[in-house]
């Protein structure tokens, strides 16, 4: 089982960027899935994280200007980021609990990371 983020890239102050995060393998179900980023010098610190049924929660410097969604058909994930600012520059991972049978545990599992850079 794989977790690839991807859409990651450089958007100048006040501009959008859309990132997903697709969970590949033989997967039974995915529970709770989320966007962490780590900033150079700091700790990861979490986004927003979204439910099965799609209860959100996000960090408070992030409501109002990003959204996390997720399409269970695909195992898909997706953090559509608007209003950016320069301090929303990170590398971005996705997380994701997930079982991949009916008889184990959920396992959690984390992606590569995609770059974010906000700036003029």
């Known amino acids: 089982v794989q977790l690839q983020a991807s859409g990651g890239g450089l958007v100048q102050p006040g501009g959008s960027l859309r990132l997903s995060c697709a969970a590949t393998g033989s997967i039974f179900s995915i529970n709770e899935m989320g966007w962490y980023r780590q900033a150079p010098g700091k700790q990861r610190e979490l986004v927003a994280t979204i439910a099965t049924r799609g209860m959100t929660n996000y960090a408070d410097f992030v409501k109002g200007r990003f959204t996390i969604s997720r399409d269970n058909a695909v195992n898909t994930m997706y953090l559509q980021m608007n209003s950016l600012k320069p301090e929303d520059t990170a590398v971005y991972y996705c997380?994701?609990?997930?079982?991949?049978?009916?008889?184990?545990?959920?396992?959690?599992?984390w992606g590569q990371g995609t770059q974010v850079t906000v700036s003029s």
């Open positions: 997380n994701a609990d997930i079982k991949l049978t009916s008889y184990v545990p959920e396992l959690d599992y």
